[in-house]
């Protein structure tokens, strides 16, 4: 069989792609070399709230995915959706004034409190639940893709034939000629806890950290802040809290008697201005055997640029990769299925352009 989509890769991006891709009616395989959510997404919070801070692009891509994630987790995944709200508040002084000045550019519903804001749109997901209900819906199977290869219109994974692959593996480093993705990995723990009281926690506080409200018999607490020349011995640094994540809760309010069920580590990949990468990825070589003087700066209209034809990548969705995919993973499925180009800022292309400008 000769499969519509293969998708490479099945954390939350790898799934949302195939998840909206399969209801257009196509048929879909997901390619995962381990369990599927294995990667970053097993450790996610996942905490899906908004950004505050002054006008910029980036904030309001995530307040709109977040708007549209919580509405696409209500509308099919309800009963593992907790709309809960979420408490931000200040963690210094100096905090406190970016705080005042934000108030001014605030674009969602919010209430002002003593020291910061709560958020009534703000949830939490279990990342467990959702990954194994998509994983039932889905045709997943465990192949780590080392090589594709193309003959015609069509590309071969090992023994699968695909008019069509989208990599979603969390990495820039790709089974194919592509050397201009620019992205860092961070890590970060979540701690699933109980302490005195924690039944009662209701809703989302965040300061350096974020704690959960009390679900499935547990509070999580989480922070992904860690660069990746530290992620090495992740393991024993949470045993000893080495970057302090209960010191850091424990600001937000008093934790007695804590009981660390469980510990997750994990890795998330971000682009360098936080913007996901999502689109038709480009064909370097030829495009710069075309246009040689893009070297030189001269400015060519990016759609006369030569694409590899039905490549794609939904990759580099940092902090909040439960709050981007689905979003992310329309706005693909809208460019594949129905032509619709994406926003500039998500698309590989700006990278490539980058890396003329500045090589490494
Ligand atoms: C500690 C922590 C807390 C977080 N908290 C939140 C939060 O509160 N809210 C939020 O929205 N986000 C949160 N995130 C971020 C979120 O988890 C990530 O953005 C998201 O999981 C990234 O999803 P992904 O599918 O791109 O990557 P991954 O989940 O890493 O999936 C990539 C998959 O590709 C597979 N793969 C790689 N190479 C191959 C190959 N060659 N062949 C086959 N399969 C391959 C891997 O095995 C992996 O399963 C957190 C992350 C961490 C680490």
Do not use: W
């Not at 009390?214 to 090495?232: D, E, L, Q």
């Not at 800022?345 to 090589?359: A, D, E, G």
Request: charged share 30%; net charge positive; hydrophobic share 40%.
């Amino acid at each position: 069989m000769i499969y519509d989509s293969i998708i490479v890769g099945g954390g939350v991006a790898g799934l949302m792609s195939a998840y909206f891709l399969q209801k257009e009616g196509m048929s879909v395989l997901v390619l995962e070399r381990d369990e599927v959510c294995k990667g970053g997404s097993y450790a996610a919070g996942a905490f899906l709230t908004p950004k505050i801070g002054k006008f910029s692009p980036y904030k309001e891509y995530v307040n709109r995915s977040l708007e549209f994630s919580i509405d696409f987790y209500e509308q099919n995944f309800k009963e593992m959706l907790n709309r809960c709200g979420v408490y931000k508040l200040p963690y210094d002084e100096k905090d406190k004034e970016r705080f005042k000045e934000y108030e001014k550019f605030m674009d969602i519903d919010y209430r002002k409190l003593k020291e910061g804001f709560f958020f009534p749109n703000a949830a939490v997901i279990d990342p467990k639940d959702i990954c194994s209900v998509l994983k039932q819906i889905l045709n997943v199977k465990r192949e780590e893709v080392k090589d594709i290869k193309r003959m015609g219109d069509i590309f071969h994974i090992s023994s699968f034939k695909t008019k069509r692959v989208v990599f979603a593996t969390a990495s820039t480093s790709l089974p194919y000629p592509v050397s201009y993705l620019r992205a860092k990995k961070i890590c970060g723990y979540r701690y699933d806890v109980r302490f005195r009281n924690c039944e009662s926690l209701k809703n989302i506080f965040h300061k350096r950290v974020s704690i959960s409200p009390f679900m499935k018999n547990r509070v999580a607490i989480g922070a992904t802040h860690i660069k990746s020349k530290f992620c090495m011995n992740l393991e024993n640094d949470a045993k000893s809290d080495r970057y302090d994540l209960l010191k850091k809760a424990k600001e937000i309010m008093p934790l007695e008697d804590v009981e660390v069920l469980k510990i997750y580590k994990g890795e998330r990949l971000s682009s360098l201005d936080y913007f996901p990468i999502v689109g038709e990825l480009i064909n370097e070589v030829e495009t710069l055997k075309r246009y040689p003087y893009l070297r030189k700066g001269t400015k060519v209209p990016f759609d006369d640029f030569i694409y590899y034809k039905d490549l794609f990548i939904h990759t580099a969705l940092g902090a909040r990769g439960f709050v981007f995919a689905s979003y992310n993973a329309k706005l693909l499925k809208d460019l594949i299925v129905y032509n619709k180009k994406l926003p500039y800022s998500l698309m590989p292309v700006r990278h490539f352009i980058k890396s003329i400008r500045n090589p490494l």
